[in-house]
Nanobody, 118 residues
C-alpha cells in the first residue's frame, strides 16, 4: 500500500488549500480514510474522516468544522481535504491513512506541510 499526500504549501490566513491523498496497491473506496495533522511539539490528531464507499459520510474535529471538507473520488482512488479560511493554528504536517475503527490502518507515509502565515 502506498499513500501519497500532496498539496501543502504556504498560504496567508484566510486562504485555502486542497490536499490530495492518492492510493496505490489497494481499492481505496473499500476503506474509511482519515486526514491527520501534527504540529511541532504536538501529538498527531485526526481532523477529518470519511466513510468507505460512496456515502460521503464525514466527521470533523471541532476546530475545523465548517472550514475543512473531506471528500473522495473513488474513480481516481483519491481522497481530498479542502481547507478554507485557514488559520495560523492549522499549520502542521498533514497525513492521510486508512481507518480501522479509530486506529490508522497502514504505516505512515510522508505527509505534506501546510504553513499558514498571519
Amino acid at each position: 500500500v502506498q499513500l501519497q499526500a500532496s498539496g501543502g504549501g504556504l498560504v496567508q490566513a484566510g486562504g485555502f488549500l486542497r490536499l490530495s491523498c492518492a492510493a496505490s496497491g489497494i481499492i481505496f473506496s473499500r476503506y474509511a480514510v482519515g486526514w491527520y495533522r501534527q504540529a511541532p511539539g504536538n501529538e498527531r490528531e485526526l481532523v477529518a474522516r470519511i466513510a468507505d464507499g460512496g456515502s460521503g459520510i464525514a466527521n470533523y474535529v471541532d476546530s475545523v468544522k465548517g472550514r475543512f471538507f473531506i471528500f473522495r473520488d473513488n474513480a481516481r482512488n483519491t481522497v481530498y481535504l479542502q481547507m478554507n479560511n485557514l488559520k495560523p493554528e492549522d499549520t502542521a504536517v498533514y497525513y492521510c491513512n486508512g481507518l480501522t475503527g479509530v486506529r490508522p490502518t497502514w504505516n505512515w507515509g510522508q505527509g505534506t506541510l501546510v504553513t499558514v502565515s498571519s
